[in-house]
């Protein structure tokens, strides 16, 4: 149940951001929930994008980044700092990814 009413709220949030007609092209996703994740991935492989004027596909780039779920202060800051710096590579990065944070090594 917890997917799917992420999956909704996604779907929404998406649809409002490109349109109905329009072409997902990079899709950032960062949370801590499991449902979240499961929730992007369905998306992922449901969703086709509209063809492009010479009838080629234009992909969607799904990246997911999997937070810890109940971080103290330091993993929580030293994640945020990690993100920040990393977050314009993620961006640029011309393919799906799938990364797992709740394992992060900090100092405290």
Request: glycine residues 6%.
């Amino acid at each position: 149940i917890l997917t799917k009413q992420k999956k909704a709220a996604m779907t929404k949030a998406l649809t409002e951001f490109y349109g109905e007609t329009g072409s997902w092209k990079n899709i950032l996703s960062i949370g801590d929930g499991h449902y979240e994740r499961l929730a992007m991935q369905e998306i992922s492989f449901r969703h086709i994008n509209p063809a492009t004027t010479d009838g080629s596909m234009k992909s969607m780039r799904v990246k997911i980044v999997k937070t810890a779920s109940s971080p103290d202060v330091a993993h929580v800051r030293e994640a945020l700092q990690q993100l920040q710096a990393g977050l314009p590579q993620m961006v640029a990065w011309d393919h799906d990814f799938d990364m797992d944070y709740t394992s992060l090594d900090h100092e405290g």
